[in-house]
Structures are given as structure tokens and as C-alpha cells.
């Protein structure tokens, strides 16, 4: 790295501005730390459930209490916490193929799902996609980043719909992301009309960035992936599903078997890491919204355009900058892998990935591979040229970060 003097000047200056807003993050950190510590104690949690199971992980008391913990914290009836499941993808998946039979209906109301789910819907053909499975898929699009409730109930009054997916989370597009406002408004709409559809929320980036989750606001089930949020930078893979009971457990048999469900899944060692990721979670999700309120600050001093500015209401760790320019986004995104604890000294260089359908160029020197809620900073190759910057484990490390980005750009 090379920090330059002046980008350390603009970095702290812009920083002196902020002290009201990072305030207020301190408090958002003591609402969901008190609620985890609750979840803690209502659970009982003791050292014998660091302790772990292998083979079908029968009678796994350290599993059981972290999925306690999960509900509780998530204000859910039950909850799935596995290792089993990979990331938030691979729980986005499970959760759709455990509700949905052939036949049904699913619409998302958010507009285009995340990239990787894609092929799993069938909006890009897979044999194995829902489609293939004969699941219908239907699409609302956001009408100025907001849900378009006049065409959702129009659609749910027009044809049996039995599950609806609302993605939060921006993903790789250049809308907002939803607030628990936003949710709150429209699943009320949506009661208005139709009592029974399965309302998913694809949670991703959002945990502990407010202080209500979805189903504080009336979601049936929500999904979230472990190496982001939830993991707080300790768990090493995994994702969560939680909501309904009965839901839950539908989900659990398509995860194992039907009939077993939840009762197998060794957890292999990862007891202790599971809960002190969610532990920490608190702490490192307000370090990684304040590391994305400063380079929001930042970057908008120095002329680009941001996405959420500095001062708004923010619904996940996502910052977004908007360079207009390949080669600036490539060598912003080279900067903060510059920045990074692992592999910093490697290259970022856009390249194929597994599920998504243009070149993403990604820094994420993280701990565990791909983990996002560390540091990480990624993008796709294509008009406007936008880098997605998340995470932070500390907002010392994510201040280091921008203060080397800006040392390039300033250049
Ligand atoms: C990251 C993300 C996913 C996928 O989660 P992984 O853990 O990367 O598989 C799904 N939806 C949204 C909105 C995301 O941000």
C-alpha cells in the first residue's frame, strides 16, 4: 500500500463530519447486542454446546441451542442453522424447493432476483431449475425503488400465487435497497388481498442494520447467508432459514430427508464458531456500516456518485460507487484487495464466476473464502461501471481500506 498524506487528510476530515450518524450506529450495536445476549440466556448456552457430532449428528444439543438463539435474535418461531447449507444461495434454493410444488406459482415483487438465482428459478434455462421442475415464475418490477402495490395486488387478486420472494438487498443492480418500511407497507397491502401466500424474504446484507427484522413486519420466512452478516466474520460457511414453524420444517426435509428434517446434520466442529459469529455480529455490522458511510463521504467529496449517500437510510452494508469507466472501477475494486488481510499482495482481475452471466471482477482477501462481511469490494463488467463495497471486520481496517483506494484516485 501507499497511503498518501493528502488521501489520509481527506479521509479524516470527511470523518469529523460524521460523528452524529456513527452515534447512531453505536446505538443500533446495543439494541441487536442486548438482543443476542438475551437469546443467549434464554438459551442457556454453556460449553457443552461447543461440543459437535459427526455422522447423521443425531441429538446435536449445540445445534439445537444455536437455532434457538437464531429465532429468537430473528423473531422467529424456528429456525435452520446449518453448515450443510453452503451460503445464502445455496438456503435461497432450499427454501424455494421445500415450498413450492410443480404446479405453483412464485412472483418475485422485488423485480430481478440476484444473480445467482437465476438458474435455480429458470429465468436463465437450467434442467434443474424450479421451471424445469414445473414451478411458474412471474415478475413486479420496483417502480422508483419502491414496490408497486396497485400490480402486486392486482396480480394476487388475478391467479393463485402461493409463494412471494422479496429480495431486500440491491445485488448487482442499481436500485435501492428495501428498508423494513418499505416491507412493512407492502406485506400489509398484500394481507389485504390474500391471506395465504407464503410471503420469502431473501434477507441478505440486512441483518442488524435495522432493529426489526422481516418477520417483526409480518414475512412468513426469511433466508440469509452466514459468510455475510449473521456469521460476524467467524462462522466458515453456512446460512440460515427462519420463520414459520411449519414452513421451516418443510424446508429442513428438503434439505435432509423427508421424515428426518431436522433431527440429522453433524455439525463437524463448527458449534463454537457459529455462535460467536452471531455474537460479534452486532459489532462487525456496524463497523461495516459505518466503513460504507465513510466511503460514501469520501467518494462523494471527491466527485462520484454514491449509492446510498452518506446521510441516508441505510437497509443493508452495501455501498455502491458508481464510476461510469471500466478501468476506474478495475483499478478501485485492485485497491481494496490491496487493502486486505489475505492474498493482498494478488491481483484483482475480472474473470467467469459460477452463476453469474457477466465478467465480476471481486476483491474479498478475507479469511474465508468469498466471505463478504470482511472487507470486500466487487462488480460486474458493465455500464455504469458500479463497484459494490461491503463488510469490514473492524472500521479501523475498513478506514485503512478507503484511505489506500483514495491514495489511487487521487493520483
Ligand atoms: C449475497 C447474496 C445472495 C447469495 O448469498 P451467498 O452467500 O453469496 O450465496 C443472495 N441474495 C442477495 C441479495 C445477496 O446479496
Known sequence: ???????????????????????????????N???????????????????????YGFGDIGRDAIEKVFAEVLGAEDALVRNQMISGSHALT???????????????????????????????DNPSSLKAWGVDYKQIDLVDNDFDIDAIKACLENKKIKLIEIQRSKGYSTRKSLTIDKLERVIKAIREVDKEV?????????????????????ADIMVGSLIKNLGG?????????????????LASERLTVPGEGKEVGPTLGVNKSFLQGIYMAPQVVAASLKTAILTAKVLEDLGF????????????????????????????????????????HAKAVPTEMPGYEDLVIMASGSFTQG?????????PIREPFIAYQQGGLTYKYGKIAIMNAVSKLID
Request: net charge negative.
Open 1 to 31: 500500500m501507499e497511503i498518501k498524506d493528502k488521501a489520509v487528510e481527506l479521509v479524516n476530515n470527511a470523518e469529523l463530519e460524521l460523528d452524529s450518524i456513527f452515534k447512531e450506529i453505536d446505538r443500533l450495536e446495543e439494541i
Open 33 to 55: 447486542s442486548l438482543k443476542v445476549l438475551n437469546a443467549f440466556h434464554n438459551a442457556e448456552i454453556s460449553e457443552a454446546h461447543f461440543n459437535s457430532t459427526t455422522g
Open 94 to 124: 432450499v427454501c424455494l424447493f421445500g415450498l413450492l410444488r410443480p404446479g405453483d406459482t412464485m412472483l418475485s415483487i422485488s423485480g430481478l432476483p440476484y444473480d445467482t438465482l437465476h438458474e435455480v428459478i429458470g429465468i436463465t
Open 198 to 218: 407464503i410471503i420469502m424474504v431473501d434477507n441478505c446484507y440486512c441483518e442488524f442494520v435495522e432493529t426489526k427484522t422481516p418477520l417483526e413486519v409480518g
Open 233 to 249: 466474520g467467524i462462522a466458515p460457511n453456512g446460512a440460515y432459514i427462519a420463520g414459520r414453524k411449519d414452513l421451516v420444517e
Open 305 to 344: 456518485d454514491v449509492e446510498p449517500r452518506y446521510n441516508e437510510k441505510r437497509a443493508d452494508i452495501v455501498e455502491n460507487v458508481i464510476f461510469r469507466d471500466p478501468e476506474k472501477l478495475i483499478s478501485y475494486v485492485g485497491s481494496i484487495q490491496e487493502a486486505s488481510a489475505i492474498d493482498a
Open 371 to 379: 466471505s463478504s462481511i470482511e472487507i470486500s469490494c466487487d462488480g
